[in-house]
């Protein structure tokens, strides 16, 4: 009888431990999944930008370079982060690097001009008016890159903005059928440190935002076809 008792303690006893160990690894892959379906758009931006953030000097020659708005400041002045992506903009010209420059920002009001600013910027820096488009419906980074393909006709492009948000955008304009690469600023950075530390964090945020986006094909607003990109090229 003794030792019957004991058989049958043993059993369970084993039987415990590996029901719970089998516990454990079902809450494991439930984990991992979790991890892994939280990191993708991250582990989708890292590999869809890879190679492709270049400087100025090292970025092959393109038709066309897009540049982000960033707001306006002074009522109808860039700000010191759109200024700066301007400036970048119009090295690249100047370099031989873009032929026309699309200026991308919303047009919110009259009293909120986004891309006749930044073009107005960019005259007084010596580019020729011809050469800028403006596209005044570009109200975030995947309606921009939808718009300069579908509106536009750009199928190859440099992106230009900040080094933290270029990896997002050379993304959604690759998901969305926009072949491009990007070149940033990184000099407002020493302005404001804490500023900038804050836009990095809130690109996590905006990834998983994007790819949902993409993942969902959003159709942003749209409208005709504008030529303005062909007549800057001469075709």
């Given amino acids: 009888m003794v030792a019957g008792k004991k058989e ?36 989708v931006v890292g590999a869809v930008s890879s190679n492709r953030i270049l400087s100025v000097a090292d970025v092959a020659p393109h038709d066309v370079a897009i540049v982000y708005g960033a707001g306006l400041a002074m009522g109808n002045k860039p700000s010191p982060y759109l200024a700066a992506r301007l ?23 009259p009293y909120h001009n986004e891309p006749a600013a930044m073009a107005e910027w960019l ?6 008016e011809s050469k800028i488009v403006q596209d005044f419906a570009g109200e975030d980074t995947y ?56 836009y990095q964090v809130r690109e996590a945020f905006a990834d998983v935002n ?18 303005g990109v062909d007549h800057a090229l001469g075709r």
């Fill in 8 to 43: 049958t303690f043993d059993a369970q006893a084993g039987g415990a431990p590996t029901r719970r160990r089998r516990g454990r690894r079902v809450v494991m892959t439930i984990l991992a999944l979790i991890v892994l379906v939280a990191a993708s758009p991250f582990i």
């Fill in 87 to 109: 400036a970048v903009a119009r090295d690249l010209y100047l370099a031989g690097k873009a032929k026309v420059i699309l200026v991308s920002g919303d047009n919110l009001t």
């Fill in 123 to 128: 005259v007084e820096q010596g580019i020729p």
């Fill in 210 to 227: 994007m790819l949902w986006q993409v993942i969902t094909r959003r159709t942003p607003i749209l409208g005709a076809y504008e030529p």
């Fill in 143 to 198: 309606t921009t890159c939808v718009r300069a393909r579908v509106i536009f006709g750009v199928s190859s492009a440099i992106l230009v903005s900040q080094t933290y948000h270029l990896p997002r955008a050379v993304t959604t304009c690759r998901l969305v059928g926009l072949d491009a690469v990007g070149v940033g600023d990184d000099t407002v950075k020493a302005n404001d440190p804490g500023k900038w530390a804050s």
